[in-house]
């Protein structure tokens, strides 16, 4: 039932966790978690009316509606921070999840801070995950692991974050690495770095600040020394 990409957010899962996928669609990943048994509960959200209704149609279908709630909300809005262990955010552009947890996360605080550290965060970005992960690494997430997966001749990222308190991270080049291994990464790090390089090339050509492409420069730099590691 589960695509490529959604089996790799799946492999990330924790065993016997309680599950709150957000943007459900039609609650594919929990039914498959949960029907599988790596997941004990699940929370379904969506913010649209037919993918709530499809996501309630799946899990009736697959007789999991003891075990399986469809909440209609925006983002985290319909949860609260007792009743999941890892949060899913897939298949969304990179700066829709940042806002969502931008938005999200301070409902939580401060009473659910202990809670939220425990917490996993598994986010599959579909465009500028580098937005993600900045948002994620100035906001007091670190990134633990994360994985590539080809799907349909394009190449998208997995990554699972914990909230850990951590400073800010001042260095730009990390929102474009993350936590990629050079042998796991380096097909989609040189297809970032592709892009960065035709940007700094036209900025060659306009009245673009000089700061501006010797930072892409400083980051080409740090994505070559990563991939030197491979």
């Given at each position: ?17 309680r ?22 509960h ?115 990222t ?19 690495i ?5 042998k796991d ?6 297809k ?21 492409r ?9 994505i ?7």
């Amino acid at each position: 039932m589960l695509d490529k990409r959604l089996r790799c957010v799946a492999d990330m899962v924790r065993p016997s966790s309680r599950l709150a996928d957000i943007g459900t669609d039609h609650a594919y990943l929990p039914a498959e978690l949960v029907a599988s048994g790596r997941c004990l509960h699940a929370i379904a959200c969506d913010i649209r009316p037919g993918p709530a209704d499809a996501a309630r149609r799946t899990v009736q279908e697959a007789g999991l509606a003891d075990r399986i709630e469809v909440r209609l909300g925006d983002g985290l809005a319909p949860l609260h921070w007792t009743e999941a262990d890892d949060i899913v955010i897939a298949g969304m552009g990179g700066e829709t999840i940042a806002a969502i947890l931008r938005n999200g996360l301070p409902r939580w605080l401060p009473e659910g801070r202990e809670a939220l550290g425990r917490m996993a965060f598994l986010l599959q970005p579909m465009s500028r995950p580098e937005e993600l992960r900045r948002m994620l690494l100035t906001g007091g997430f670190s990134l633990f692991e994360e994985k590539t997966v080809e799907e349909s001749g394009h190449l998208y990222t997995v990554m699972r974050a914990g909230y850990t308190g951590a400073p800010p991270c001042t260095d730009e080049a990390s929102f474009y690495i993350g936590a990629l291994s050079p042998k796991d990464g380096a097909a989609f790090l040189r297809k970032q770095r592709i892009r960065l390089t035709r940007r700094a090339d036209g900025l060659r050509l306009t009245d673009a600040p000089a700061e501006e492409r010797k930072r892409i420069e400083g980051i080409l730099r740090a994505i070559d020394r990563h991939l030197e590691k491979e």
